[in-house]
């Protein structure tokens, strides 16, 4: 699963080349998607009046609703102090799940915000789609 953080949405939304391009290439690829956790789409959207219209116009991207379960683990992740309500939920959305049982890559602008153990993606790294 691959899922986009609140600086990876803005970048997409912003037209970044290499998020736009496996954007197309998911939308072409039967049960392929790009995760955005509602609270970074809400974050996102909070600095960019229409940034979640120009994302949701990807038909390869879908929200990772918060519900019941995600919104106490989440609020438990913040108190703990992993980060704000954004980035939590990106983490949340990371964890094993068991509709999918491969491995998350979370794609980022900025690596550190999240602790070891997560899989992180730069969406600058040069080798992102594998092009060096």
């Known amino acids: 699963m691959i899922i986009l953080d609140t600086s990876a949405v803005r970048a997409l939304a912003d037209g970044h080349k290499t ?12 049960g392929d998607r790009l995760n ?3 609270l970074c789409l809400m974050q996102a959207e909070a600095g960019d009046e229409d940034l979640s219209r120009r994302v949701l116009a ?3 991207v879908v929200v990772d609703t918060l519900d019941t379960v995600a919104s106490v ?9 992993y ?3 954004d980035t939590c939920h990106a983490l949340y959305c990371a964890l094993p799940r068991p509709e999918f049982t ?4 979370l794609l980022t602008g900025d690596e550190n915000a999240y602790p070891p153990g997560v899989v992180t993606v730069d969406i600058d790294a040069p ?3 594998g092009f060096y």
């Open 58 to 60: 990807f038909s390869s």
């Open 102 to 105: 491969g491995m998350s890559i």
């Open 83 to 85: 980060g704000g309500a």
């Open 19 to 30: 998020l736009n391009l496996l954007a197309g290439n998911m939308a072409r690829t039967p």
């Open 127 to 129: 080798g992102m789609l």
């Open 73 to 81: 683990t989440v609020g438990t992740m913040i108190r703990d102090g």
């Open 36 to 38: 955005v956790p509602a």
